[in-house]
């Protein structure tokens, strides 16, 4: 494989790449609530009424549902910059800490998928004008 080929893979893997994190993220939050509850701001839930637990749940089938988009390349550029807000908000709460730092790095990657757009091997670069 020469140069050329593997540069025009290295959007696709970080895009899919960066999917997988979200995927497993969402499924385990989906899978184990109390885990993850605690992660939630007490503020947010005194604020809207909504249980941590429910926050969690919606939480990890947006991070699902969005990681999914991402892996198949629908909305690459919409997509990836919700999940890049979405990463601003958890660093946000996290603060510096060793986790927040790791979600900085994720951030980054993912406005680097936002800028790039759509990929060769994705749904949008197939089913999209050229010009896009």
Do not use: C
């Not at 990681?67 to 709460?93: P, Q």
Request: hydrophobic share 60%; glycine share 10%; net charge positive.
């Amino acid at each position: 494989m020469n140069k050329t080929n593997m540069k025009k893979w290295a959007p696709a893997v970080l895009r899919l790449g960066l999917a997988m994190v979200f995927i497993w993220f969402g499924s385990n939050q989906l899978l184990n609530q109390a885990m993850w509850m605690g992660l939630i701001p007490k503020s947010l839930v005194s604020m809207t009424g909504i249980s941590a637990g429910t926050f969690v749940i919606i939480n990890g089938i947006f991070e699902i549902f969005m990681a999914t988009l991402l892996a198949f390349g629908i909305g690459i550029r919409i997509v990836a910059t919700l999940l890049f807000l979405h990463l601003i908000m958890i660093i946000s709460d996290l603060g510096l800490t060793a986790v927040g730092i790791r979600d900085v790095g994720l951030m980054f990657a993912m406005l680097s998928v936002a800028f790039h757009g759509a990929d060769e091997y994705s749904y949008d670069k197939i089913n999209l004008p050229q010009s896009v």
